[in-house]
């Protein structure tokens, strides 16, 4: 079967922009203590579930990776794109880090106590989602927490171009109910939700709202 036209445009753009976009999201946590507090809640449920290894999937350069990890919690990476996952395995040589797609991940069924989705399904359509959430609770284990960051919106934006690069890149923006209703669709409880206003402050401006949503696969 053919690649979709979606994964291979997203692979292709994010190699294209690998170093760039790495070296732009540095500092990107630091700035943004709430995002910080989430990632710790999530890491804190995790480790006291204690049922299996963090996927951080749609990991890019593996900032998010690193910061689990120096929460204490067993983690590696998992990205489309082959140029991204270089770039996290020369920044951070201790962490594992994979090639793969979330449409099809190469894990073992409920072999995950935790995956982390941080600004990554935002490049799946939104008619493809119920096959991720699928096979997200497909690899979490019973009791394993899921947790996502993405932009809300109602409308699509498509870039063709990002710092200097062409690329062809589409950000679905979706609603938090929305998404919530997937997850239970998927057999995902939802834990908890934070949503953050626009901010326009500070050296990562953000136009729209960001929302953050945990949810759990019931334990049996
Ligand atoms: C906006 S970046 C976020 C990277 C990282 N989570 C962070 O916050 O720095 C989106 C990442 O998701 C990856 N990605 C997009 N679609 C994916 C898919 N179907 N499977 C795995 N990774 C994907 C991209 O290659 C890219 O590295």
């Known amino acids: 079967m053919t690649e979709s036209g979606f994964l291979h445009r997203t692979r292709a753009s994010y190699d294209a922009l690998a170093e760039d976009y790495a070296e732009w999201i540095r500092t990107e946590l630091a700035a943004k203590p709430l995002d910080r507090a989430v990632l710790s809640g999530f890491a804190e449920l ?12 749609g990991c890019g350069p593996g900032r998010l990776t690193a910061h689990l990890d120096g929460l204490g919690v067993p983690v590696f990476g998992i ?23 979330m449409i099809a991940l190469d894990l073992e069924d409920g ?31 019973p009791g394993g927490y899921l947790q996502l960051g993405f932009q809300v919106g109602d409308e699509p934006l498509h870039r063709s171009e990002a ?17 919530t209703e997937l997850l239970n669709q998927a057999g995902l409880v939802p834990y908890a939700r934070m ?20 949810a759990r696969k019931p334990q049996s």
Do not use: K
């Open 46 to 57: 995790v480790r006291e579930a204690d049922a299996g290894p963090v996927a951080d999937i």
């Open 79 to 101: 990205d489309l794109s082959p140029r991204m996952i270089a770039v996290a395995r020369r920044l951070y040589p201790a962490l594992r880090f994979a090639e793969g797609s």
């Open 195 to 214: 949503v953050r206003e626009p901010d326009a402050d500070g050296n990562f401006p953000e136009t729209t709202p960001q929302a953050f949503l945990l």
């Open 111 to 141: 072999s995950l106590g935790g995956l982390l989705a941080w600004y990554s399904i935002i490049h799946v359509p939104r008619e493809r989602l119920p096959e991720v959430l699928a096979e997200f609770h497909r690899v979490l284990a």
């Open 163 to 179: 710092a200097g690069h062409e690329i062809s890149l589409d950000f679905h923006r979706c609603r938090p109910d929305q998404i």
